[in-house]
């Protein structure tokens, strides 16, 4: 071969070589590698600003009295170790979860032991404060560990399936929610310091947390390693893994509790820091991870330079400094990341989706079912109307009384079942369209979006105007829905990837709300009963207005009874002359039309929308056009035996309906599950 001849192969092996080095090097070690870059650079930068790089290791090695060594040795530097041990953590069990429960939106929260944690440790500061002397962290860690048992032995019976522990573990996480939300309306004063807990700090004080927390993430970490390869099985099907002498059920319990573990251990020893394990294993499988090993380890890693990063961020950026707690800033700048990542890809990788599966047993007489339920509601009405505690005690609501009383318990009874009604429709669209048993009207961030328009008015306008409230959070609300459709126009509303925008953007909202609570501002007081589902402030015109939205988009929903048929059926769908992408948007904006008219009339509920579908299948109605009806009926009841058991459990104080009807609803939903798992 000529000299010049083996020169050009020589030349175009080494191109091919270098192209082969170029694809083995892909997005997700670069986006690693430009991250934990970043997060190092700011860290050097502060920590040398505090104390002379020289310094940094007679500082660790014996700082003495010496002020600036002891904040480097006993502050600094176990809060960038706590970085790094709750980022692999939070990431590791979210990426468990999501594999053991086949829904790519599943994540600690989803069993509840953040509000489990936060419902602990507001009842012992209220009730038992003396138990706080032992240690605030184990007390949010009982409440946190209590809240993962309690949903693994509900979901126990049902063999594990995906769809019986998310149901179990969004009720339990709305319950104690909703009581923890209880207390912290009825004693806010008091519970001031827990909204900054409740937002994640990871302020230390010393080597503590460090040394409680890294032997769980050890001891996980060799745990996952030994059920690796039944883990990876089980995400070709259950089938699959049977075929292999593999028990599903065991594998879900043990991954379920290694992640349940990990969140309640985290929530004990930092707050809340929610979003990370979400977003660190979305962004693993986004930019390239492809099996679970990949996805595991490049999940923690992602995790740790993820919320590394934030918090330089907000400790190094003067105008950030002490202002916001690194949870809430989570949601603030890792939100849009995901989102931006999700853009980009065309399609979003999911795994098996239990969405539709239905429950054992179909109602025989649809119609005698939603006529128990009508009659159910109606009387639930009058006894809001007619009965209740006032100066006297309990009593029937006599005939002088009523032209007084009536005009003021009327309109909040109308309200209250137009608004139940109106979410719940909501809700059952949402999980037709996006074939998710998770999804619900706050999913699509319309609620929050509403939200955000009155905090915006709060805040920039003196005083709270109920004129200038309605405006607001219609502006909010249309805002957030005019997100979603854009981000979701091209992709053909395809169900996982709507519902990912959805919550990234809902993320990044409440992230906002969250940061707003945690100022201690004065005005939050009224801003978190409005938040909390209130009908204080509603008047007959206002209840009118929703009622009739209720009748008119029940309608328009009814009338689209055979899309719901065949969405589910996907590709199937389009053969049989459906046109999938239009009648998507046309469900969504039902939905968005829905939760917009409730939000704007009692505020921004996240109980009815979720569960009433849910309650109305386990009800026996699973045709589109009976669990409509069902669902709108149970919802409205919901609403309305909350609005009356809130004005009237602890008079002449009130309780808002939203929180109430988490209460109310949740443990029926609990018991419902347990009886048909």
Same mark, same amino acid.
């Given at each position: ?15 091919? /070589? ?55 040795? @006993? ?522 008219? /409730? ?22 109605? @699973? ?55």
């Amino acid at each position: 071969m000529p000299l010049s001849e083996a020169r050009q192969v020589a030349v175009s092996m080494a191109e091919a /070589a270098a192209a082969r080095v170029l694809r083995s090097f892909p997005a997700l070690p670069a986006f690693v590698l430009a991250m934990a870059l970043a997060a190092g650079g700011l860290s050097v930068h502060r920590l040398a600003g505090s104390l002379p790089v020289s310094l940094w290791w007679r500082a660790l090695a014996d700082p003495g009295a010496d002020v600036p060594m002891l904040v480097f040795a @006993q502050t600094a530097v176990p809060r960038i170790l706590m970085c790094w041990i709750v980022g692999a953590a939070l990431a590791l069990a979210g990426t468990l979860l999501q594999s053991a429960l086949h829904n790519p939106m599943a994540d600690t929260s989803t069993v509840g032991t953040a509000s489990g944690a936060y419902l602990a440790l507001a009842a012992t500061s209220i009730h038992a404060p003396g138990l706080l002397d032992l240690g605030p962290q184990w007390v949010a860690l009982g409440g946190a560990a209590l809240a993962g048992i309690l949903v693994l032995s509900i979901a126990r019976g049902a063999g594990f399936a995906p769809v019986t522990v998310i149901l179990a573990g969004l009720t339990l996480n709305l319950l104690c929610g909703a009581l923890g939300g209880s207390l912290a309306v009825l004693n806010h004063e008091n519970l001031t310091a827990l909204f900054v807990w409740q937002s994640g700090t990871l302020a230390q004080n010393g080597w503590g947390n460090v040394i409680a927390v890294a032997p769980w993430l050890t001891l996980a970490i060799a745990i996952v390693m030994l059920i690796r390869r039944p883990l990876a099985h089980l995400q070709l099907g259950d089938q699959h893994a049977r075929s292999f002498g593999i028990l599903p059920w065991h594998v879900r319990l043990i991954a379920s509790t290694v992640a349940v573990a990990l969140g309640a251990v985290c929530v004990a020893a930092v707050g809340v820091i929610g979003f990370i394990g979400l977003a660190s294993a979305h962004l693993a499988r986004l930019l390239g991870a492809r099996t679970l090993g990949e996805r595991l380890i490049w999940s923690m890693l992602v995790g740790v330079v993820l919320l590394w990063l934030i918090d330089s961020l907000v400790q190094s950026v003067a105008v950030f400094r002490g202002a916001l707690p690194t949870g809430s800033t989570a949601a603030l700048l890792g939100a849009p990341l995901l989102l931006w990542i999700i853009l980009r890809r065309r399609q979003v990788t999911t795994v098996h989706d239990p969405a539709h599966t239905s429950v054992a047993w179909r109602a025989r007489r649809p119609l005698g079912a939603i006529a128990l339920l009508a009659a159910g509601l109606a009387l639930c009405a009058l006894l809001a109307l007619i009965f209740g505690e006032g100066k006297a005690g309990w009593g029937w609501l006599s005939a002088e009384a009523a032209p007084d009383i009536l005009p003021w318990r009327a309109p909040r009874v109308l309200a209250a079942m137009g608004a139940g009604m109106l979410l719940a429709l909501a809700g059952t669209l949402m999980q037709k369209v996006t074939g998710n048993v998770m999804a619900s009207p706050e999913v699509l961030g319309i609620s929050s979006g509403a939200a955000l328009g009155v905090m915006g008015l709060l805040f920039v306008v003196p005083g709270f105007d109920r004129l200038g409230l309605m405006p607001a959070a219609m502006l909010g609300a249309a805002a957030s829905l005019a997100l979603v459709l854009a981000f979701n126009w091209r992709s053909g509303f395809a169900p996982n990837r709507l519902l990912l925008i959805g919550v990234s953007l809902a993320t990044l909202f409440n992230g906002v709300a969250s940061v707003v609570l945690a100022m201690g501002d004065p005005r939050t007081a009224a801003l978190l009963a409005w938040m909390s589902g209130s009908t204080y402030r509603v008047g007959a015109s206002e209840a009118c207005v929703a009622l009739a939205l209720a009748v008119t988009l029940f309608v328009a929903a009814s009338l689209t009874a055979r899309w719901l048929d065949l969405l589910p059926l996907g590709g199937a769908a389009r053969a049989l002359g459906l046109g999938v992408t239009k009648s998507r948007v046309t469900l969504l904006a039902i939905a968005a039309a829905a939760t917009g008219a /409730a939000t704007l009339i009692i505020g921004p509920l996240s109980f009815v929308g979720l569960m009433a579908p849910h309650m109305a299948r386990l009800a026996g109605l @699973q045709r589109p056009l009976a669990q409509l009806a069902g669902s709108a009926l149970i919802g409205g009841t919901l609403l309305v035996l909350a609005d009356w058991l809130g004005r009237n459990l602890l008079f002449p104080w009130q309780i808002p309906a939203g929180l109430v009807s988490s209460v109310l609803g949740a443990p029926l939903f609990l018991l419902l599950l347990w009886i048909r798992r």
